[in-house]
């Protein structure tokens, strides 16, 4: 038997596994390998040109699916410019990433926040003053997230990622909204992210190609014109008394239905023409006061009479649990006992904006009047109160035009 010389640690050749020491890696042969035994996938390896330091381990599946590949394999240093100790404790912490679904050379965490610590960001800022419903619709926009929320935003915004970021949002099936709701919100989060974290990545905004949303498309297309509005009169007329008034002040205010919805007297100033919307769209930092015109006081008084008892709403409801109309839908049962449905809702916002155009609004005006965010820098200045005379002049002229397109 051949004597060990003393102080060597005997090379393990059949298991080749072993705690890497200096020892260790003087034995090893050229093409040979040791693995070592307390870190999984760490190992040293004697190629011709010297001893070089690697680990090798398996990706989590959505990362492999997301890279193309499970396995990875990288180089810790070469020996003996790094010393086992240093090679170690590197070693420990790329298997820990690799396995963590980053690899070595990305981004780590302190070059930006995780996906869920990022969306969380952004989300206390549209709580500050968004509607429940609103939180909601953001939550389970990001429930669809197809990486875990533990993901570091700085993978998936690496521009060596993109071709995975487009493939996995198109197997979320990019014909259903709520995939586009997803995308958008991703963007959005990307975006507030980069403030704090300037080395983030912005993802391309057309990365993901989203077909024409048709139904969209058409009812903006189908907006109902003027010569159409005594057709949906007569419809209307069918309606229960408040309903009816409901859908009218709808089309006479182009206010959006939720709004209209939870209106109360007490917003009501009938003396300066005005109703004030405290939480529309966008929270109550988009609040703002909506022009009423002579024949829009005149629906909310038949509306007020038509109910049975005195009411806080604008459009009370006997059936509703809320105690206004809680369903913007219109329906009525025909004489053969098939219910109808008469147009109602955004259909109506659209068929507003359609007659203010007619009635000679240009898009600023109307816009303003709808409560939409101007379009340029320059539209935002300005004191918007100082502008609400000439908002009421002009729902004045499309409330006229109105009433004269139904026959009143």
Known sequence: MRAVAKNVVPFPRRARRAKLSDAVVAQLRVGERCYDDTIPGYFAWRGKRGVVFKVIADLPTWAAKMRGHATVERVVGRYPETTCKAARTAAGKMVVDIKSGRLPEEPSAADGPTLEAAWQGLRDIIALDAEPRTLTFYDSAFKRM???????????????????????????????????????????????????????????????????????????????????????WREAQKLEPIKREFVLFLLLSGLRAESCMVAKWEHVDEAAHKLHVPRPKGGTSRNFDLPLSEEMLACLKRAKVAFPVESEWLFPSVRSKTGHIADARAQYTDAKGLVRNVTTGHMLRHAFTNMATLAGLDEAEVGRILNHKSKTQTGRYGNRRGKFPVDLENMR????????????
């Open 146 to 232: 197809p990486w875990p929320p533990g993901t570091p935003l700085a993978v998936i915004t690496d521009p060596a990622h993109l071709p995975a970021v487009e493939k996995k949002f198109s197997r979320l099936d990019v014909k259903r909204p709520s995939t586009r709701h997803t995308w958008d919100l991703l963007l959005r989060i990307v975006e507030r992210a980069k403030i704090k974290y300037p080395t983030l990545h912005l993802l391309p905004k057309g990365l993901v190609a989203f077909p024409t949303d048709k139904k969209k498309a058409k009812r903006a297309e189908s907006a109902m014109e003027a010569d159409e509005l005594p057709g949906w």
């Open 397 to 408: 002229k499309v409330s006229k035009l109105i009433m004269e397109s139904l026959g009143k």
